[in-house]
């Protein structure tokens, strides 16, 4: 006998963005939850709840996704960033280390 699953809310509308792009790509590529899991070395069941957004996937996860896709890590963040509406700013020149007080 089979049990329900009992859905869960997405964590946050940033999540939810990111499980969006997670999703667009594993179809870009023609996987299905169950195929990049297996390459990705998940359980598919995670993959699904990444892609709802209903939990948060480590740095480390995030690789493995991008492993199993396979694409750079840079490629999900950027389609999260083209879905969520914003860019990252580039990085200061000549910023100054909090931590250090030295310019990098």
Request: a positive charge.
């Amino acid at each position: 006998m089979q049990t329900q699953r009992i859905p869960r809310a997405p964590i946050s509308a940033a999540h939810t963005t990111l499980g969006r792009a997670v999703r667009e790509l594993r179809a870009r590529f023609g996987h299905s939850q169950e195929s990049l899991a297996l390459q990705s070395g998940l359980h598919r069941n995670y993959v699904g709840a990444i892609e709802r957004g209903e939990i948060n996937p480590t740095f480390s996860t995030l690789m493995r996704l991008c492993r199993g896709l396979p694409i750079p890590l840079s490629e999900l963040i950027g389609l999260y960033e083209e879905r969520a509406g914003h860019v990252l700013p580039p990085p200061l020149v000549g910023a100054v280390h909090p931590t250090q007080g030295k310019q990098r």
